[in-house]
Nanobody
Framework: QVQLVESGGGLVQAGGSLRLSCAAS????????MGWFRRAPGKERGLVAA????????YYPDSVKGRFIISRDNAKNTVYLQMNSLKSEDTAVYFC?????????????WGQGTQVTVSS
């Protein structure tokens, strides 16, 4: 089992930045692909960034490409999401997840989420 705990969410003005962290415990994440998802009010959860177990491959949907950066530190068992140029539409609960299969999933383990609110 892998336990994931997100942190770093909060309230930020449009155009600002936030850095989310996802700390893992229970097992090392070095063998897992990791992803960040978000769920906005009234919308389904969607993938916003993913990184392969080695860190060599990343994925971003067009909605965040060029603004969000995912990274990982396997020695610290932690994954990060740097979010820049934030927009009101980025407001959502952000979840960290781990996958044994691939960067696009399916994802096996999930954190509880951290709220990000972007004020315009």
């Amino acid at each position: 089992q892998v336990q994931l705990v997100e942190s770093g969410g909060g309230l930020v003005q449009a155009g600002g930045s936030l850095r989310l962290s996802c700390a893992a415990s229970g097992r090392t994440i070095s063998g897992y692909h990791m992803g960040w998802f978000r769920r906005a009010p009234g919308k389904e959860r969607g993938l916003v960034a993913a990184i392969s177990w080695s860190g060599s491959d990343t994925y971003y949907p067009d909605s965040v490409k060029g603004r969000f950066i995912i990274s990982r530190d396997n020695a610290k068992n932690t994954v990060y999401l740097q979010m820049n140029s934030l927009k009101s539409e980025d407001t959502a609960v952000y979840f960290c997840a781990a996958s044994r299969k691939g960067v696009v999933g399916p994802y096996d383990y999930w954190g509880q989420g951290t709220q990000v609110t972007v004020s315009s």
